[in-house]
């Protein structure tokens, strides 16, 4: 199934605008949610085809809410691409573990998380 609808979680407006930016002209259409209350919100509303998970925000952060998601049967199908400044190896690791399907970190090139995105469809 191609991923046409994507949404991007993370509580810098920076990043959700250059995320978002990069993505639609890319074509594909996407919704922000700036903490974990915010994503279920936009989750409830309208499923995403993947979700684009920051992992350092207030409250649950990444990869508690990515253990959430993927535990919800509702949620559990769409694919989670962790997007952080979390660089180490355990970190990506972590996030695995908790279910994301790929993991990316900051600065975001561009190339690159086209090319997983693409990958998942």
């Avoid at 649950?60 to 400044?85: E, H, K, W, Y």
Wanted: glycine share 6%; hydrophobic share 40%; proline share 5%.
């Amino acid at each position: 199934m191609p991923i046409q609808k994507i949404l991007v979680v993370d509580d810098s407006k920076t990043e959700l605008m250059v995320l978002s930016d990069l993505l639609s002209k890319n074509g594909y259409t996407v919704r922000t949610a700036e903490n974990a209350d915010e994503a279920f919100r936009r989750l409830g509303e309208e499923k995403p085809d993947l979700i684009l998970m920051d992992v350092v925000m207030p409250g649950q952060n990444g990869f508690q809410l990515t253990r959430a998601i993927t535990r919800d049967p509702q949620f559990s199908s769409i694919p989670i691409v962790m997007c952080t400044s979390k660089n180490l190896e355990t970190d990506r690791v972590w996030g695995m573990r908790q279910g994301a399907r790929d993991y990316v970190t900051k600065p975001v090139n561009g190339e690159e998380l086209l090319s997983k995105i693409r990958a998942l469809a």
